[in-house]
């Protein structure tokens, strides 16, 4: 079961990956080097005020979650890992 584990996580670490890919222009380069403890507000330029709408946007469709308003805080872009996690989370409710 572990194994089963292991591959949805890293599923839906690709899937975000896809995502932040698709919405900010990151190259391929940049995305290969996310790794959970990865900086991302304030660290990727890409990833402003404006990008953060777009963001939220495409990880709803593609992921098929709702993300509430009350979910949305600054420590949810801090790392790549509390991204992912976030996502994980909403992917489970």
Do not use: H, R, W
């Not at 698709?22 to 660290?43: K, R």
Request: hydrophobic share 40%; no cysteine.
């Amino acid at each position: 079961m572990s194994d089963n584990s292991n591959q949805n996580d890293n599923s839906m670490e690709n899937k975000v990956k896809s995502i932040l890919q698709d919405i900010l222009g990151l190259s391929q380069n940049q995305v290969d080097g996310l790794d959970y403890d990865s900086e991302l507000f304030g660290a990727i330029p890409e990833l402003d005020s404006m990008a953060v709408a777009g963001l939220l946007t495409e990880m709803e469709e593609s992921l098929d979650i709702i993300i509430d308003d009350d979910d949305v805080d600054a420590e949810l872009f801090e790392t790549f890992g509390t991204l992912v996690s976030f996502a994980k989370a909403k992917a489970n409710e």
